[in-house]
């Protein structure tokens, strides 16, 4: 599987995002999405997940209500829409699916893609 993330930049906070998360190499019916980021210094996170129905969701208290997770099984693309966005936000955002029959917990996941980064100013 290779995952394909962009979409990351600057932003001033309470502006908005949308990172994208391109799927090959796997039927995308077959993987949950998954979002962590990472900040400097700082252990990398759980954001947000998509079953691979699209059907259930889940996400971290921290971007709860602000951020919303979505698939198009046309597109193969998974998506991560920040809205409200807080300087604390700011990190290096990586996609990750899992073939796992139910959501993954954050250490169930097998393939990753590449950081993209997003950075907010206040």
């Known amino acids: 599987v290779q995952l394909q993330a962009s979409g990351g930049g600057l932003v001033q906070a309470g502006g908005s995002l949308r990172l994208s998360c391109a799927a090959s190499?796997?039927?995308?019916?077959?993987?949950?999405i998954g979002w962590f980021r990472q900040a400097p210094g700082k252990e990398r996170e759980f954001v947000a997940v998509?079953?691979?129905?699209?059907?259930?969701?889940d996400y971290a208290d921290s971007v709860k209500h602000r951020f919303i997770i979505s698939r198009d099984a046309v597109r193969n693309t998974a998506y991560l829409q920040m809205s409200s966005l807080k300087p604390e936000d700011t990190a290096v955002y990586y996609c990750?699916?899992?073939?796992?029959?139910?959501?993954?917990?954050?250490?169930?996941?097998?393939?990753w893609g590449q950081g993209t980064q997003v950075t907010v100013s206040s």
């Open positions: 998509i079953s691979r129905t699209g059907v259930t969701t």
């Open positions: 990750a699916a899992s073939e796992v029959l139910t959501l993954p917990a954050p250490y169930e996941y097998d393939y």
């Open positions: 190499g796997r039927s995308f019916s077959r993987l949950n």
